[in-house]
């Protein structure tokens, strides 16, 4: 592909700075077209970001013969509908996370591109940014030696919206978002500990909702193990005081450990014997730009993406078992 020709699927909060601008920013890439059922919203989006088309009806944009490749950025009970729709059109896939609402969704996703000969790729943007290559390039070379264990903590309050009972955020009702914030968040982390560990072999995990604000569950408490042998665990709870607010993510070895947060800071603490030593590399404006400079890349046969729908299906199989009632 000389020019990847994007169209948007869902043109929400998260294309507005962490993803749409990208499009147009990278060489050989250009954004053409923008759909949201809302056609004042798609109007307003293609003006303000000079998109040239817009479009209320997502199979107009999908069969756009100016569009040859399709970002999908709805929520997730779309995700599988839309996907499969653009595979079936004969062009590249690049969907939001989580992949899907479950395991199942992905498999079919992964099929239907499969079946039509084209690329699945996924927005696990985190995998290409600074802060966290540099603690695979840790990890790589052994600095805190042979891995032992993964420790994952995450609480963070109740937001505002979720205690709107009429109106609740579609990030903690199940059947749009295959869980609650544990599936929006905790995906994330294990996405990336799978690229910086390796795939994840077993997970389990107990649930509850505590505080009975929305059909979700509110905590989580899980134990998994790599296929390299690593240990993990985590606990997930968004209920606490404010003042309790905790991100953080310790990997143990032999040798050390490094503890690093995923969404409130880019430092990355790195501790031997020899002494600490702090990394810290922020992220870009547009946080999804080096990802998508990799699908680029793919599509133009320079280089390869790392997040793949083979790759984000493992996280969605992971948080399957961990849910597991």
Known sequence: MDKIRWGIIGCGNVTEVKSGPAF???KDSELVAVMRRNSDKAKDYAARHGVPKWYDDADKLINDPDVNAVYIATPPDTHAEYAIRVAQAGKPVYVEKPMA???AECEKMI???RDASVPLFVAY???CLPCFR????????EAIGDVRFVFIELFHSPLADDFKKDNLPWRVIPEISGGGYFVDLASHELDLLDYILGPIDFAQGRIANQANLYPAEDIVCADFTFKSGVLGSGLWCFTTRKED???RIRIVGSKGKITY????STLVTFETNGGIEKFDLPHPKHFQQPLIQTIIDELQGKGTCPSTGITAARTNYVMDQILKK
């Open 24 to 26: 147009q920013k990278i």
């Open 125 to 127: 943007y985190r995998r």
């Open 134 to 141: 540099k603690l695979k390039e840790l990890i790589d070379s």
């Open 245 to 247: 607010r905790l991100d």
């Open 101 to 103: 609402r479950n395991y």
């Open 111 to 113: 099929q239907a591109c």
């Open 261 to 264: 947060s995923m969404f409130d």
